[in-house]
C-alpha cells in the first residue's frame, strides 16, 4: 500500500526520516488510522452496498501487529508501532459498518434498549433480496458470509438480536482480524448461541412439547444447519481433514488451529471452536439441543419397532455427555 503524504525524506532523499527522530513524521504515521474512519464515514455517506465496492475499501484495512490484543489492536508502518483505538472506537460507536436489512419496509425501528439507537439510513433493495443499512459495532453482530446466502436478515436480526455485518460483501476482507475482535462488533460465541437458544427456537417455531409443523420451519433449519456447515467449510483458517470436508462427519467436526498468542486468537475469534457448539439440533421433544447433547443414531435404529423406538427416544438426549455419540 502506497502513502501519499508530506514526508520529510533524508538527505540524500531515499528514505523517510525515521519516526523515533522526526515528530512531523510520527504524526502522519499516528494519523493513518483517521483516513480509514473517514472510508467508512464516506462509504455509508454514499450508501455503498456492493461487493466491488466493499472489496475495495478491505484492502485498505491494515495488518494487526505481533502485539495486538483483542482489547489493545495496532499495526506497523515504517517500523512503528501505530495504534487502532481511534479506528476501533469509529466502528463500534459510529453508523459506518454495512449491516444486512430485510427489505420488508424502507427504513427499520431499532428495538434495542440505546434510547439513542432510533433509525437508520438504508439503500434501495438489490438483486438477490437483502438491503444494505449502517449500523454501529456495538449493535451489530460478525455473521459469516454463507449466513447471508442462506438464511434471511430478518431471521438472524431475531435469532441473535443485532443486526448481521454483510460479510458477503466484504469480499476477503470478511474475515479482517479487525472483525474478529469483540472490540469492535459482536462474536458469534458459544456463550452468544447459549444465550440465544430461546430466540432461536422462537424463529423456527420449535420449543418444549411443539414439533415443527409446515415446510417453512424445516426449511429453517435446514438452511441453518446448511448455513453453519458451509461457514466452517468456507473458512480460510479452519483446518479440516479431507475426510471431514468430503463426508460432513459431525462426529469429527473442524476446528481452528490451537494458539496460544493474542493475535492469533483475535484472528479466529469469528467462529465457535465447532460445529458441536450450536444448539441446531431438535429432539423428538422439539428442545434445540448442540451436538454435545445428544446420541447420534446409526441408519439401523430405523429398522426397530416403533414401540421400542419410542421407549428408548428419552435416552438418546444425554445433556451431560461430552462429546456427541453414535449408537449402531
Not at 415446510?215 to 433449519?221: R, S
Not at 463426508?247 to 484472528?267: F, H, K, L
Not at 454435545?292 to 423406538?309: C, H, N, T, W, Y
Request: charged fraction near 20%; hydrophobic fraction near 35%; aromatic fraction near 6%.
Amino acid at each position: 500500500l502506497n502513502i501519499q503524504g508530506p514526508w520529510l525524506l533524508s538527505v540524500d532523499r531515499q528514505e523517510v526520516q525515521d519516526l523515533g527522530d522526526n515528530l512531523w513524521n510520527k504524526d502522519l504515521v499516528e494519523r493513518l488510522p483517521c483516513l480509514i474512519v473517514n472510508i467508512f464515514r464516506w462509504a455509508a455517506s454514499e450508501r455503498l452496498a456492493t461487493k466491488q465496492q466493499y472489496s475495495a475499501i478491505g484492502k485498505l484495512l491494515p495488518a494487526l501487529s505481533q502485539g495486538s490484543s483483542a482489547s489493545l489492536l495496532s499495526t506497523e508502518f515504517l517500523g512503528q508501532s501505530v495504534s487502532l483505538s481511534v479506528l476501533a472506537r469509529a466502528l463500534y460507536t459510529e453508523r459506518v459498518l454495512p449491516v444486512a436489512l430485510s427489505t420488508e419496509g424502507k427504513v427499520e425501528t431499532s428495538t434495542s434498549a440505546d434510547a439513542s439507537v432510533e433509525k437508520m439510513d438504508v439503500d434501495e433493495p438489490v438483486p438477490h433480496g437483502t438491503r444494505t443499512g449502517y449500523y454501529e459495532g456495538k449493535h451489530s453482530v460478525w455473521v459469516p458470509p454463507s449466513f447471508l446466502a442462506y438464511l434471511t436478515p430478518g431471521f438472524l436480526r431475531g435469532w441473535l438480536g443485532k443486526r448481521p455485518l454483510r460479510t458477503d460483501v466484504l469480499g476477503d476482507a470478511a474475515y479482517h482480524p479487525l472483525f474478529a475482535s469483540p472490540s469492535i462488533i459482536e462474536q458469534l460465541t458459544g456463550g452468544l448461541l447459549q444465550n440465544r437458544r430461546d430466540q432461536l427456537s422462537r424463529e423456527i417455531g420449535a420449543g418444549p412439547g411443539k414439533h415443527l409443523s409446515g415446510d417453512d420451519a424445516v426449511q429453517k433449519l435446514v438452511s441453518l444447519m446448511a448455513a453453519i456447515g458451509a461457514a466452517y467449510a468456507d473458512h480460510p483458517l479452519i483446518e479440516q481433514s479431507d475426510h471431514a470436508k468430503s463426508m460432513g462427519d459431525r462426529r469429527n467436526p473442524p476446528v481452528p488451529p490451537s494458539s496460544t498468542d493474542n493475535t492469533q486468537r483475535v484472528t479466529l475469534g469469528t467462529l465457535p471452536e465447532s460445529i458441536g457448539a450450536w444448539p441446531v439440533f431438535l429432539t423428538a421433544d422439539g428442545v434445540l439441543s448442540t451436538l454435545k447433547q445428544v446420541v447420534l443414531p446409526g441408519e439401523s435404529f430405523a429398522d426397530v419397532p416403533q414401540k421400542l423406538r419410542t421407549t428408548l427416544r428419552p435416552y438418546m438426549l444425554g445433556r451431560k455427555a461430552e462429546d456427541g455419540r453414535r449408537t449402531d
